[in-house]
């Protein structure tokens, strides 16, 4: 396979005249991807009359195609050596536009599971959508966060237009065209594939027939089918963005359905064997019209009764919980849903029917129906109707049994099941972090790159020889770091500083602001000289707010401006540095995380469902300073309390804390109440509004997520931390038990399970 690749490459880059022609980059992506289509040819080809199991999700963070296509064939090492003989670097993959059509953590699995299915051998492919616009671009203007839109479909040659599989879907009486993109998802024994759906209008549309007022005004003058697949997350601030973004969840999942029943037809088999050849894991509540729409098939399209309809979508659903939020459950109104899914709504109406007969008996039925003072609750549908329904770490599967889905859960506890997360370590390891997959290949071989478990075995390799051998290899990727930050951003960052990590979304849950309170804590005690031997640190953020999140937006602007006051003074600014570094995205993270030294994992324990971050940086070998929540726990668990910062209050004192007054702390804590008091027209400027949310409230309770109260024992973790990094053997035995530990972490185990727990698709 490496010489067909080889071979192909090198005939490609023939065509390539010239190293400063417009546009090299991209062309040299294109050969790339063209030559791995190349051996693609020669693989085994899917079958789609094979059973399989489908994931639908509004999200997919994929990266670039093409590197992770390299990864999953084994074939990096020979593209950088092909494209080297030619005189061209493999620097201009990180320099091309990521397919950016997710947010975050959700989005990311679906891709770490789509990777990892395609290298254990299992049928799964992925359903979305083709937005034409991803997540915006970040850029920091003023400290602020500014947003641009991204502009990715050039930048990914590896996408097929299959127009003949197109299929229509009907919003009452108008009809839309739902044209699919296939992308391979490939390893040496199977491809596998992401469709994802491009809607576009088939006449010109006319949505008045059931968009009224508000609705059709705001489509008016634009292309109603362009917007359908134009945005992620359009804004829900207004009747006319829920419109759409439920008219999105609709048109991909109807269209995904329509074109599994294409396939299922070609099988000739009978439709009460649909369990048998399609197995649908929805991610989180947004795909979940889904139910209603195959209830909605089978009984119109298939006359099959509604009973046996409910019992194979039983069969054929599971759904995946990926948050605790109660905001974050997805609801419709019943007059807005019944507007834009008129033909859909009477199966919600059956459904909740069909709830209240047979389980009249129970007491809680108020609390679990579907349909609740008009409006139409998903994730109510979604576990009632699904055979399995899971979280995605310990902590997070026990506490939806205990408060998210307590009632369900009393009803029904076969149904309920824990699949811890994992990440496709292909990607994360052995593409990211070239030495360190080195360093593992020297000790114990290669066979871990398709076992990850294997790496477990590292541990043992803690002579000084080896430790130092790991230092010096994250000393490297910290300069690389620090270069790739100076030709990209023009940020300078020291690699002698301890690189303190925080790389996540912006959400006030997840506490960033502790984060950079922390830091001007330890501003506080320079100025006071009660900082004493403390090593130099760089504390490193990246993450997107949500546009409309204003706290989040005040959280950003807060870490530049701390940026500022500690780069203006001379000082401070040899014992620390904050830097944002703009724009965080799959590409970013391979840059960022192989170069940590400490990651931060900050969430209020019981709110952060899992993190998939924390995993990828203890796999490259960074210690966690963290809460006892989400996955947390079980990194600390296979790597010792002793190689981690463990601080805070945990889930079960949270949950048993009767009331919290952060006040009580302000006004007794002189260390909490300086720091505080800088977000009041302090140095940095003025943060009011967060200062307000800490002590008084805004429309949630004062410091709800309790930054205060666990401010003390953050500190004290950072104070060890920073003591134990002064002892480089010391640390690098940590940086070694953690690796070692993140060997548990794989998805390849993870989509194992999801298929023995839960899919139980044959034998390949
Ligand atoms: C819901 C309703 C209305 C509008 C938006 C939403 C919405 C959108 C996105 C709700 C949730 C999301 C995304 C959630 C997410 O990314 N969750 C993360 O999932 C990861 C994978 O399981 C976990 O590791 C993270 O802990 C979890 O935060």
């Known amino acids: 396979m490496k010489e067909l690749f080889a071979n192909s490459l090198n005939a490609k880059l023939e065509k390539i005249s010239g190293k400063s022609s417009k546009n090299i980059k991209r062309r040299l992506n294109r050969a790339v991807a063209a030559a791995l289509l190349d051996v693609l040819c020669t693989l085994p080809q899917r079958k789609l009359t094979e059973q399989k199991a489908a994931y639908f999700s509004a999200e997919f963070l994929p990266g670039s195609f093409v590197t992770g296509s390299l990864a999953n064939l084994g074939l990096e090492d020979i593209c950088a050596e092909v494209l080297k003989r030619k005189g061209y670097s493999t620097d201009f993959f990180s320099e091309l536009a990521d397919p950016a059509l997710g947010n975050g953590g959700l989005g990311r699995l679906a891709s770490c599971l789509l990777d990892s299915a395609a290298a254990v051998n299992l049928p799964l492919d992925g359903y979305g959508i083709r937005y034409k616009y991803g997540i915006f671009k970040q850029s920091i203007k003023d400290n602020e966060q500014t947003e641009t839109v991204d502009l990715w479909q050039e930048d990914c040659p590896f996408e097929k237009e299959n127009r003949d599989e197109t299929v229509r879907v009907c919003f009452g009486d108008c009809t839309v065209l739902a044209v699919p993109f296939d992308l391979p998802i490939a390893s040496k024994t199977r491809i596998n594939r992401l469709r994802l759906w491009q809607c576009e209008a088939e006449n010109p549309v006319d949505f008045s027939a059931f968009c009224s007022g508000d609705i059709c ?13 134009g945005f992620l997350y359009p804004p829900d601030n207004t009747e006319s963005g829920k419109a759409l973004r439920l008219m999105q969840q609709y048109f991909f999942t109807a269209a995904s359905l329509a074109s599994i029943l294409n396939d299922f037809k070609k099988t000739g088999r009978s439709i009460s064997d649909l369990a048998e050849f399609i197995k649908i894991q929805l991610n989180d509540t947004h795909p979940t019209v889904a139910i209603p729409e195959l209830l909605r098939l089978l009984t119109e399209d298939y006359g099959m009764d509604f009973d046996d309809a409910l019992t194979l979508c039983g069969e054929i659903f599971s759904y ?234 005040q959280i950003i602007k807060l870490i530049n401006s701390v940026a500022e006051l500690i780069e203006k003074d001379q000082t401070a600014k040899k014992y620390f540095k904050v830097l944002f570094i703009p724009d965080y995205n799959v590409k970013n993270a391979m840059k960022i995380i192989p170069a940590a030294d400490l990651s931060e994992q900050l969430s209020t324990a019981g709110t952060e469902a899992s993190g998939t971050g924390n995993m990828k940086l203890a796999l490259n070998g960074a210690p966690t300073i963290g809460t006892l929540d989400g996955a947390n726990i079980e990194i600390v668990d296979y790597a010792g309390m002793e190689n981690n910062y463990i601080f805070g209050a945990k889930s079960e004192e949270l949950e048993a804390l009767k009331s919290y007054d952060p006040m009580d702390i302000y006004y007794t804590n002189d260390r909490i109440s300086r720091v505080v008091d800088l977000l009041k027209q302090g140095p940095c400027g003025d943060f009011t509004a967060l200062f307000n949310s800490l002590l008084f409230g805004d429309y949630n309770p004062a410091d709800r997520y309790k930054v205060l109260l666990d401010y003390p024992s953050y500190m004290s973790a950072r104070k060890r931390a920073n003591e134990d990094y002064k002892s480089p053997a010391l640390y690098a035995e940590k940086m070694l038990m953690n690796i070692a530990a993140a060997s548990h972490f794989s998805a390849d185990s993870t989509v194992k399970n999801y298929n023995e727990k839960i899919w139980k698709l044959g034998s390949f």
């Open 320 to 553: 995946t919980n990926h948050t605790v939020m109660a905001e974050a459950l997805e609801c419709w109104s019943v007059s807005l849903f019944s507007k834009v899914l008129p033909n859909v709504y009477p199966y919600i109406v059956m459904l909740n029917n069909h709830m209240k007969n047979s389980l009249k008996a129970h007491t809680q039925l108020k609390e679990i129906l579907i349909i609740k003072n008009h409006t139409i609750h998903m994730a109510n549908m979604a576990v009632y109707v699904s055979h399995k329904v899971n979280g995605v770490a310990k902590i997070h599967s026990e506490i939806i049994k205990a408060s998210v889905f307590d009632s369900f859960y009393s009803l029904t506890p076969q149904k309920f099941l824990n699949v811890t997360n994992g990440i496709a370590h292909r990607r994360w390891l052995c593409l990211a972090n070239k030495g360190l997959e080195q360093f593992a290949n020297k000790r114990i071989g290669t066979e871990w790159r398709d076992d990850l478990p294997q790496l477990s075995k590292i541990k043992q390799f803690n002579s000084p020889a080896d430790l130092e051998e790991l230092l010096k290899i994250k000393y490297e990727n910290k300069r690389a770091l620090s270069n790739y930050l100076k030709s990209s951003f023009n940020l300078s960052l020291d690699p002698d500083f301890m690189f303190s990590v925080q790389i996540k979304r912006i959400h006030e849950y997840k506490r960033q602001l502790l984060n950079i309170l922390g830091v001007l804590g330890l501003y506080l005690d320079l100025k006071n000289n009660e900082l004493k031997d403390f090593h130099p640190t760089a504390f490193i953020f990246s993450g997107k707010a949500a546009p409309g999140y204003y706290n989040a937006k």
């Open 217 to 229: 005004a705001a489509f008016k003058d634009k292309n109603l089918a362009e917007c359908i697949s």
